[in-house]
């Protein structure tokens, strides 16, 4: 009798297959716009501070993957909040006005309210204060609000899949209860970390009878629920179509509840269509990425925990910017390493989905959300 060797992909991987950024032989002081091969622009930056998480979400880190003996970055692969910061002004400096702080969960890296101050000095090209953001699961949130708000950051985004326990704690697979995550939300709101955006990843079968009522409870708060289609991000969460629930649904069932209408968007390249309760009662959006590709204005790059950048969400492999960090370069040669990685751009894999060959191709390859950031 002979063994069947089945190999297994190791998500770690992912973290080393990138290619070090060329420096232009010419360079050029930034101008304060850099487009890439499409003519979008380059407005967003999505910062992951941390690749470790205390929830196992089942679309994000699930448990059969990121169990105990999973291992995780060592802290002195991760970028010093010195190297984020330069890092942060160099985007600044070609175009960049809104940046994000991901994880993982960003408030389990240590003194990430230091970070938050650095960043929070730092005035956009035309002298804007940048739009400066983080994403959390809200665990930490209450006893962080205070100081985080005091650091300068402007508001948070928090993910909630479900106003009903019982369906929350099965979503984050570590028995984390929903008033806890409530009172993360009503303390960052009391501190004027506003407004407040929460996230609700929706899987058809699974969360997607809690759409109306996470709008209910939020109605009327100054709070904006954002529903995202269920994605085919990385390749440990058992992505499946018919696990997606299209917003055009969710936008529906509201609708018959709670009467909605069509608001424009914020800025051009903002990833959720925007609605609002007839009644003035607020307002929600839908992110579409899976039904309604917005490819064609995504103005997004992703820094990773330990320097990589990527290009998109759905990204197969990255630019190791921290080789340019920690060598003997200048700030005008990495910037014009970044802008030459931006102006290379031509991702656009939400618009390829549909093709079975394209998925298929990148099944197995994509970088887990973890690991970017959302």
């Not at 708000?149 to 369906?167: E, F, K, Y």
């Not at 790059?301 to 492999?317: K, P, V």
Request: one cysteine or more; glycine letters at 6%.
């Amino acid at each position: 009798m002979t063994d069947t060797v089945i190999p297994i992909f190791d998500l770690r991987d992912h973290r080393y297959r990138s290619m070090t950024p060329s420096i232009p032989e010419k360079l050029v002081e930034p101008s304060g716009l850099v487009a890439d091969t499409r003519a979008r622009p380059l407005h967003d930056l999505r910062i992951s501070v941390t690749d470790r998480c205390n929830f196992r979400c089942v679309y994000c880190m699930p448990k059969e993957v990121f169990d105990k003996d999973y291992t995780f970055l060592p802290h002195s692969e991760l970028l010093s909040f010195e190297e984020i910061e330069r890092t942060a002004r160099l985007f600044v400096s070609l175009g960049v006005e809104k940046i994000r702080l991901t994880g993982g969960e960003p408030l389990l890296r240590k003194n990430i309210e230091k970070l938050v101050e650095m960043l929070a000095r730092i005035d956009t090209v035309s002298g804007k204060p940048l739009d400066l953001t983080l994403t959390t699961n809200a665990s930490l949130l209450a006893r962080k609000a205070q100081s985080l708000r005091d650091a300068g950051l402007r508001r948070v985004s928090v993910s909630l899949d479900a106003i009903d326990d019982v369906t929350f704690r099965r979503m984050n697979d570590v028995d984390f209860a929903v008033a806890d995550v409530l009172h993360g939300i009503e303390t960052a709101q009391a501190v004027g970390l506003a407004p407040i955006k929460v996230n609700m990843v929706v899987k058809r079968g699974t969360n997607d009878a809690e759409i109306v009522p996470m709008a209910r409870h939020f109605r009327g708060s100054g709070i904006i629920v954002r529903y995202i289609e269920f994605m085919d991000v990385g390749a440990s969460n058992h992505w499946q179509m018919d696990e997606v629930l299209p917003s055009a649904e969710v936008v529906r069932r509201i609708d018959e509840v709670f009467p909605l209408e069509a608001v424009q968007a914020n800025y051009a390249g903002e990833t959720a269509e925007r609605w609002r309760y007839r009644d003035g009662g607020g307002e929600i959006g839908v992110i579409s990425s899976v039904t309604h590709a917005f490819c064609g204005d995504c103005s997004r790059i992703r820094l990773s925990t330990e320097g990589r950048l990527y290009l998109c969400l759905f990204a197969t492999e990255g630019y190791d910017l921290r080789a340019l960090l920690r060598g003997d370069y200048s700030d005008l040669q990495v910037a014009n390493a970044i802008a030459q990685v931006w102006q290379g751009r031509t991702d656009n894999y939400s618009e390829q989905r549909s093709n079975p060959a394209v998925r298929q191709a990148r099944a197995e390859r994509k970088i887990e959300m973890s690991y970017i950031g959302g």
